[in-house]
């Protein structure tokens, strides 16, 4: 799944603007009620180019949710930029 314009504007606005990536992940136990996918912004970790994963945003169920947090926080992720790194703890943390 990717992120784009017509549905997610602002979560592909955050992920641009933090050079990151949607970021989707099974939870929950397998063949239960529970079992859904997430939805994030951040890079996956990747061990053999030793680079650590994270993530910028909370996990949401949907799109939707997703998009609804980065249009509803999108200053903040900016200031973030203007500091020119990420901050030690996301104020979502």
Not at 22 to 29: F, K, P, R, V
Not at 58 to 64: D, E, V
Request: glycine content about 6%; proline content about 5%.
């Amino acid at each position: 799944m990717t992120l784009n314009a017509d549905d997610c504007p602002c979560a592909l606005a955050v992920a641009s603007m933090l050079d990151v990536r949607l970021i989707s992940d099974l939870c929950g136990e397998p063949d239960s009620e529970s079992h859904h996918v997430v939805y994030a912004l951040g890079r996956r970790e990747e061990p053999a180019a030793g680079l650590s994963g994270f993530a910028v945003t909370p996990q949401f169920k949907s799109m939707g949710d997703l998009e609804g947090f980065c249009s509803k926080h999108k200053e903040a992720f900016e200031e973030a930029v203007q500091q020119d790194s990420f901050p030690e703890k996301w104020f979502w943390e």
